[in-house]
């Protein structure tokens, strides 16, 4: 049974790994997160690889607020079924 507060905190402080992704079984996410940081890491070596760290730090920070403030009702049926 998943925990949305396992799933914010994992999303708060791994969530540029896609980490909390992987945790709520939606792996794809999980692996697009994951790429588009080790692909952004690498390249940050260019100004242009840091667009994709940004959008990464985005997304997480949404990622963290959604599923922290998510009714529990909705998180179960959406991730616990």
């Not at 692909?39 to 994709?52: A, D, E, M, R, W």
């Amino acid at each position: 049974m998943k925990n949305k507060i396992v799933a914010g905190l994992l999303a708060f402080f791994l969530g540029g790994l896609g980490i909390h992704w992987f945790y709520l079984n939606k792996n794809s996410k999980g692996i697009a997160y994951l790429l588009t940081t080790v692909l952004g890491c690498i390249f940050s070596v260019f100004i242009i690889g840091y667009i994709p760290l940004f959008i990464i730090c985005v997304l997480v920070i949404i990622d963290f607020i959604s599923l922290i403030s998510m009714d529990e009702k909705v998180f179960n049926e959406k991730y616990n079924s």
